[in-house]
């Protein structure tokens, strides 16, 4: 079965930290991973990887995709309470349009 | 432009009763998909439509049905709601069957409390 599985689920760091989001897949004909930010309701686009293993940066924002080891990263540096957020990794399977999520981590910066 | 809309933001409803969301997707998109996101995870598939046909179905009971209409904006119906129905539900839209790699945009979801 598809899944998609993300560390840690909850994080509280402070302002000027630099934190790591982990995500791990396992998806049946892999053709994109998607990372999306959530504050109170509609997820917001970040990134879209494919299978190319392609590092995108934005900002104080980075990802990497290992398609050989079937995770991503998420790198926020510098944090700002505005990073606080949940974040969704998602994983695109060519299953139409569907997307397989994983828990979210909720990211909490404190002052 | 406008992105994704939804109504109603917010519904209560009680056990047994039948419930009503609508999603508007953006302007020239003509896939709309919808998510259940319980509280604490992450959204779940319900269905896709593109073209006004069903084009994928998740895990989820009968009582669960949608549709969409000519202009492309999209119904989910859910009947006889139980307290686990009790969600955030969440419409996206993309340009295409599969958008670009699976890109979708989403709403701003509708809160539905089941009492």
């Known amino acids: 079965e598809d899944k998609v599985v993300q560390s840690p689920l909850s994080l509280v760091v402070h302002e000027g930290d630099t934190v790591t989001l982990n995500c791990s897949y396992e998806v049946t004909n892999f053709r994109s991973l998607l990372w999306y930010k959530q504050e109170k309701k509609a997820p917001t686009f970040l990134f879209m990887l494919t299978s190319s293993g392609i590092e995108k940066k934005s900002g104080r924002l980075s990802s990497i995709l290992d398609k050989k080891e079937l995770f991503s990263i998420l790198n926020i540096t510098a944090t700002q309470t505005g990073d606080s957020a949940v974040y969704l990794c998602?994983?695109?399977?060519?299953?139409?349009?569907?997307?397989?999520f994983g828990q979210g981590t909720e990211l909490s910066v404190k002052p | 432009d406008a992105g994704v809309t939804q109504s109603p933001t917010h519904l209560i409803k009680t056990r047994g009763q039948h419930v009503t969301l609508r999603c508007s997707p953006i302007s020239g998109h003509k896939s709309v998909s919808w998510y259940q996101q319980v509280l604490g995870q992450g959204p779940q598939f319900i269905f896709q439509?593109?073209?006004?046909?069903?084009?994928g179905r998740g895990n989820f009971p009968d009582r669960f049905s949608a549709r969409q209409f000519p202009n492309y904006s999209s119904e989910l119906n859910v009947n006889a709601l139980l307290l686990g129905d009790s969600a955030l539900y969440l419409c996206?839209?993309?340009?295409?069957?599969?958008?670009?790699?699976?890109?979708?945009?989403f709403g701003p979801g509708t809160r539905l409390t089941v009492l």
């Open positions: 998602a994983v695109y399977g060519n299953q139409g349009g569907k997307l397989i």
């Open positions: 439509y593109y073209e006004k046909e069903e084009r």
């Open positions: 996206a839209s993309s340009s295409t069957l599969a958008g670009r790699f699976g890109e979708q945009f």
